[in-house]
């Protein structure tokens, strides 16, 4: 097999995602602790059945398109999808008691609409982080509400809807996610990793985003300790160099006709709109309709 001598390892972050270890790792081989495959995966792990599964689609939507709209990093587009679904979860769950509580702290009456509580956790959590996107989200809300009757359940569910959001993003407050820190590349050496084109530029140098995402806490599991990787391979062994090889030629940008549509989105860190729509649909089938909606995985935008 042919081989190239390993170069200075350049990304596009500070930090390499591997889907497979539930972890990222910085640049050194230093494994480090992961939030951002917790936060993808919240919504597989939680879910409940009684709020109308269109309006947890249209609110899940919702909130793709409002963190793409806000011009938010894959990361935080991530834990922003995460948070929303979380409240969806919890406030729905509230109310049809159907699966463990993540905050169990809610009450809910009985009787409330589980639908009304959905929409508004949903749109709660939005208009919190998102004020500039405020009259588009109060204007879904109105629509969605429209839908359900006037009356007391439908109050109550708003209400949960409501307390639910704000314990949710109280709870998030202090999660790592802020303030941001960069990477600052070191020498040009081979292991260092170094910025790239298009990296921001901060006090006139280019770095590496969300360097703070190592430290994030995780929302399903504990700690990410367990899932850490071992240190990469030896930059002379041949496993670096097969590694190394494969990323230069299915991850260069001129390599459109060697990859796929699947690769290009792992290494491009989004998922192509088909891949977005193949997460939902399940949730529309007649026999899961009303109980796998709000189980939905958030995608990753």
């Known amino acids: 097999m042919d081989t190239q001598v390993p170069k200075p390892r350049r990304c596009r972050s500070s930090i390499q995602l591997a889907l497979g270890g539930l972890t990222m790792k910085k640049m050194y081989g230093k494994p480090v602790n992961l939030g951002l495959l917790s936060v993808l995966m919240v919504s597989v792990c939680f879910g409940s059945a009684a709020a109308r599964a269109d309006a947890v689609l249209d609110w899940n939507i919702i909130a793709v398109n ?22 969806v979860f919890e406030a729905v769950n509230s109310i049809t008691g159907e699966y463990k509580p993540y905050l169990g702290t809610i009450t809910a009456p009985p009787g409330a609409s589980a639908e009304a509580a959905a929409i508004e ?17 109060l204007a879904a809300r109105t629509n969605s509400l429209a839908q ?28 790592g996610s802020s303030p941001p820190q960069f990477k600052v590349p070191g020498p040009a050496v081979p292991g260092e990793w170094q910025a790239t084109p298009s990296c921001p530029v901060v006090n006139g140098v280019a770095v590496g985003i969300a360097f703070q995402w190592q430290n994030i806490t995780p929302f ?41 549509i699947v690769q290009t989105s792992l290494y491009s860190m989004r998922l192509p709109p088909q891949l977005k729509c193949s997460i939902r649909p399940p949730s529309k089938s007649p026999r899961n309709r009303y109980t796998r909606s709000p189980k939905m995985p958030v995608p990753w935008p």
């Open 66 to 87: 409002t963190a793409v709209a806000n011009h938010q990093n894959p990361f935080a587009q991530a834990r922003y999808a995460a948070i929303v679904q979380l409240a």
């Open 121 to 137: 956790a949903a749109y709660h959590v939005l208009s919190t982080y998102f004020p500039a996107s405020s009259s588009a989200l």
């Open 148 to 175: 359900i009757p006037d009356g007391q359940a439908k109050s109550d569910g708003i209400a949960i809807g409501d307390a639910v959001a704000s314990a949710v993003i109280a709870l998030r407050v202090n999660d």
């Open 220 to 260: 399903g599991i504990p700690s990410a300790s367990d899932f850490l990787l071992g240190p990469p391979q030896a930059l002379t062994s041949n496993e670096y160099a097969k590694a190394y090889n494969e990323v230069m030629t299915v991850g260069a940008s001129t390599a459109l006709s060697d990859r796929k």
